[in-house]
């Protein structure tokens, strides 16, 4: 699907790239442009755009793409303080009762990614979900803090994990620092460390979601806006994730707005400079979905970032791997056309069902998903009451 954009000056652009991070992060939130780092709208995008350009000649072979995918992902681990990964210390898991729906249930769960730092979250899974391994999903949130509207606890969220389980897989949405729960307990999410913990909390939910028994031949990533991010990142570094969708998120010239984001030296050195779109296609030869729309810095994703990827792909010679479903006229979000363009992709790369969430006219199947609240979807209550070791804040983490 080609799309034409009309040029705007770069006032224009930059009033709307202000506009636009004001509301994905407070201002006084927002990441300095200290050395090093390349946060927010580091590159215009026109100079995302020549940055892409300009790479492509320099990996015209699998080869010449291996060396500089090595390089980017060294990159990332090394920005991020994971060159050498902690000991994973058990799980330690804590499990809420299961509140059983219409084709699906949902089982508050936890987990100690590190030791007392617990990762909170949900598990969703069909009612019935028979003797053999379920496909694994994981599902990391964007930075919706509106009331009603926080992290994973959004309606759209909660549809879509729902809908996921009832196709058959066993999903795992699950707070990012600082989020839902994780803010009561005292976790602060803009704090300059975020990106390491996020990170590394990842890594363990997937570690945690093989432990619940997922398929691990049959492991995916979702999310949108920050979850887009937490998604390509987590996929770049841990080849266990055999699909990956990141929404709304892949862009050439914006790396995202939040400490968890961009707020450690991952995208550059002195001598070197990657972008999102770089670290995204590091998913490859892997199936991968780009969900771009025309109301966010992915508005140039089938002209830009898509024919780089893709590029890529063609090297393994697997080019339909990677596919892009862009919706010129839609917000940022998660909503009803995204998760219409992403169930189809995981039926197909993970044997679900779609029927189970689509009909036969290719509408939204989501009746008698039921919306829970913020406080039931909470791991820590009168049963499962805090550990006496938890850790608190993120100044206390023991590496």
Known sequence: MVVVFKKISLTRAFLFSMSFLAWYCPASLLVAQEPLL????YFTEEEGAAFLSEMRQSYQTIEQWEVRSEMIRKRILTGSGLDQFPERNPLNPVFGKKRMYDGYFVQNAGFESLP???????????ADPGEAALPGILSPHGHWTEPGEVGRYRPEAQKRFAAMARMGAIVFAFDMVGYGQLAEIGWEHHHPDAFRLQLWNNIRALDFLLELGADPERIASTGA???GSQTFFHTAIDSRISVSAPVVMVSAHFFGG???ESGMPVHRTEEFQTNNVEITALAAPRPLLLVSVGGDWTRNTPDVEYPHIKHIYQL???PDNVENVHLPDEEHDYGVSKRRAVYP???KHLGLDLLKAVNHDGSLNEKGIVIETQE???VFDDQNPLPEHIVRHNEDIQW
């Open 38 to 41: 390349s946060a927010g709208h």
């Open 116 to 126: 007392g730092v617990y990762v909170t979250g949900s598990i969703y899974a069909p």
């Open 225 to 227: 806006s920050g979850g």
């Open 258 to 260: 939040c400490v968890c």
């Open 316 to 318: 393994y010679g697997v």
């Open 345 to 347: 992709f995981l039926a």
């Open 376 to 378: 039931t979807l909470y």
